[in-house]
């Protein structure tokens, strides 16, 4: 991979130090890095990262800029089109495209970098999804897995979609549910899921709403058998109100102990831990009738802006976050999927719940996908098909009226990118 970024940066280093703010009140280098998920925990994580970088690099310092949560991206959107006053920050992965294309991220070295070479495959593979250039180093990532009670009579936690119902079947009795569904939003997102690992080997997971003969995932008599049982975990299995959950209602549907199994990222591990729960373990998510099972990964990472005053140190500042010993504490403090080989060893990531992603990781019919985020009507079905949702397990649609609307409209956008 070329290196045009790193090749120029001691050059441009020496002409552009001391301008501007990219001075520090001690005549050094001050970098200054914005973050997008804040919190107050995290942010605190942060900073204690940024004080060792201090130390092992004196005549660097890093001012971190903490917006609220909401406007977080909007305000990274907003320094990046001034190209003024900004060095490190954090890019997400529905950011990261429109970031690159509008030309305000820098290339990362990958091969030229020794830390490149103790990042996972998947995190090496998300690092370089844009163009195939390294415009982030991912910090870790969100998967999903399957959370379920192990004293609530389940010898073994259920394997495919089919035994997920059957199980949440029988453990609905009185105020007691199988699983927490989300009806609400974002529910939308668990139907596809379903979709994909019905229609099994046949999708492609490169353009993961269409099959590998380029039809959509929507067109098949699999999506309607999936979709059918979809309806079924709803109305047999899970509480009526789920009609309406979203994220922080079908965690608490779980952690509270009226339902006993839910789907979720790994961010729900340190929640149940916290919640006073003490017998649940999980699991891979469910397989489809042929043995797959399809997710895509959330992920975001550090990236260097374009127009940075101080290149070389930019790039070192995200380099030394991405290395093993601050990456695995970055990951342990947020619940993420770790990017460095050696959090292999490290027992929080291979044993107990998550074991669970290991497994995952390890099994070649557990398929990570890549949404098709890249179709100019992404943000519109996530609108329409959440809404689509609600009126299909409301009993408003019909499968194969979702199924016929959803078929018709990735069928459209795939003229509209060919």
């Known amino acids: 991979m070329t290196k045009p970024f790193l090749a120029a940066a001691v050059a441009a280093t020496l002409v552009l130090a001391g301008c501007g703010s990219g001075s520090s009140s001690s005549g050094g280098v001050r970098l200054r890095m914005i973050e997008s998920l804040t919190s107050p925990e995290r942010t605190k994580l942060i900073k204690s990262l940024l004080d060792d970088f201090e130390k092992a690099n004196p005549g660097i310092e890093v001012e971190l800029v903490s917006p609220p949560l909401d406007s977080a991206d909007q305000k990274i959107t907003q320094i ?53 250039k390294a415009y982030l180093i991912p910090y870790g990532f969100y998967e999903r897995t399957l959370f379920y009670r192990t004293d609530w009579g389940m010898a073994q936690p259920p394997a495919t979609w089919q035994e997920l119902y059957e199980a949440g079947k029988k453990l609905t009795s009185g105020n007691r549910y199988g699983y927490s569904f989300r009806g609400g939003k974002g529910g939308a997102d668990y139907a596809v899921q379903m979709i994909s690992a019905y229609n099994g080997e046949a999708l492609n997971p490169e353009k993961s709403f269409y099959l590998k003969d380029k039809r959509t ?74 043995g797959y099972a399809f997710q895509p990964v959330g992920y975001a990472g550090w990236g260097a802006t374009s127009f940075t005053k101080h290149p070389k140190e930019a790039v070192k500042l995200v380099q030394f976050l991405s290395e093993a010993k601050q990456s695995i504490a970055f990951a342990k403090g947020n619940s993420l999927i770790p990017i460095s080989k050696q959090a292999q060893s490290d027992p929080q990531f291979s044993q107990g719940a998550w074991k669970a992603y290991l497994q995952a990781q390890q099994d070649p019919k557990q398929v990570i996908t890549i949404r098709p985020v890249d179709y100019p009507g992404w943000s519109q079905f996530l609108v329409d098909s959440d809404r689509d949702v609600q009126s299909l397990i409301t009993g408003k649609k019909t499968v194969a009226e979702v199924l016929k609307s959803w078929d018709a409209f990735w069928t459209d956008q795939a003229k509209k990118v060919s």
């Open 80 to 132: 990046l089109q001034t190209k003024k006053d900004l060095d490190v920050l954090e890019v997400r992965d529905h950011t990261a495209k429109s970031f690159s294309n509008n030309g305000w991220l820098a290339e990362l070295p990958t091969t030229e970098w020794p830390g490149w070479s103790d990042l996972t495959e998947l995190a090496q593979k998300k690092a370089v999804e844009i163009g195939g």
């Open 217 to 290: 995932i929507f067109s098949t008599p699999e999506a309607a058998q999936a979709l059918d049982l979809y309806v079924k975990i709803f109305k047999e299995a899970s509480p009526p109100d789920s009609v309406s959950w979203a994220y922080p209602e079908m965690v608490q549907g779980f952690t509270s102990g009226v339902t006993g199994m839910l789907i979720q990222d790994p961010e729900v591990i340190k929640t149940v831990q916290e919640s006073g729960v003490t017998a649940w373990s999980t699991a891979p998510i469910p397989k489809g009738p042929s």
